[in-house]
């Protein structure tokens, strides 16, 4: 079945960088641009930017722009998201979620979504 | 950016009730607006694409409406397994946004 995996929950200090894989299966991995969207505790859902797996083009929020790469390998049909520069306000679970349809170029709604990562900045 | 503010924030009611969220785009998106679900603890799930598309295997008792700024999704009888956040989303314009959310549980 089509599903996304996240790789684990990490710890990191503040001005670290950490690095969240998202592992594709069940579809043709560069057929649909992947997103990632994050969810601090309580509180509700931010996009932070897309990669399209075909080309490697990637269209990151403008909060995000100078600290988030998004990368992918296609031989494995992983996408990765590298925060850098982590503060106690990038707590929060980051989701991967994969476009509805092909041809949307990553304007689209988020049909599959991986089972998320906590990751939490903290001293 | 385009705000997306959803109303009201929470609700309360009883089994077998309907229930309706608003949501308002700060600006024209046409239909290119989204529900999903969300319970705790897990990620959100897909409902309403296109602002009334129904997704594949989503009840037929969950609804969406509207086009440009005014967007409405209703539950026409509330299940117990409805209890749950409910997120608007546009994709008109970058950056892709999200409403506030609404809070459904049962009185």
């Known amino acids: 079945q089509v599903q996304l995996v996240q790789s684990g929950a990490e710890v990191k200090k503040p001005g670290a960088s950490v690095k969240v894989s998202c592992k594709a299966s069940?579809?043709?991995?560069?057929?649909?641009?992947l997103h990632w969207v994050r969810q601090a505790p309580g509180q509700g859902l931010e996009w932070m930017g897309w990669?399209?797996?075909?080309?490697?083009?990637?269209n990151y929020a403008q909060k995000f722009q100078g600290r988030v790469t998004m990368t992918r390998d296609t031989s494995i049909s992983t996408a990765y998201m590298e925060l850098r520069r982590l503060r106690s306000d990038d707590t929060a679970v980051y989701y991967c979620a994969r476009a509805l349809y092909r041809s949307r170029g990553g304007f689209d709604a988020f049909e599959i979504w991986g089972q998320g990562t906590t990751v939490i900045v903290a001293s | 950016d385009i705000q997306m503010t959803q109303s009201p924030s929470s609700l309360s009611t009883s089994v077998g009730d309907r229930v309706t969220i608003t949501c308002q785009a700060s600006?024209?998106?046409?239909?290119?607006l989204n529900w999903y679900q969300q319970k705790p603890g897990k990620a959100p799930k897909l409902l309403i694409y296109?602002?009334?598309n129904l997704e594949t295997g989503v009840p037929s008792r969950f609804r969406g409406i509207g086009s440009g700024t005014n967007f409405t999704f209703t539950i026409s009888s509330l299940q117990p397994e409805d209890i749950a956040t409910y997120y608007c989303?546009?994709?008109?314009?970058?950056?892709?946004?999200f409403g506030p959310g609404t809070k459904v549980d049962i009185k």
């Open positions: 069940g579809y043709t991995f560069s057929d649909y641009h």
């Open positions: 989303q546009q994709f008109d314009t970058l950056p892709l946004t």
């Open positions: 600006q024209d998106i046409s239909n290119y």
């Open positions: 990669i399209n797996p075909k080309s490697g083009g990637t």
């Open positions: 296109d602002a009334s």
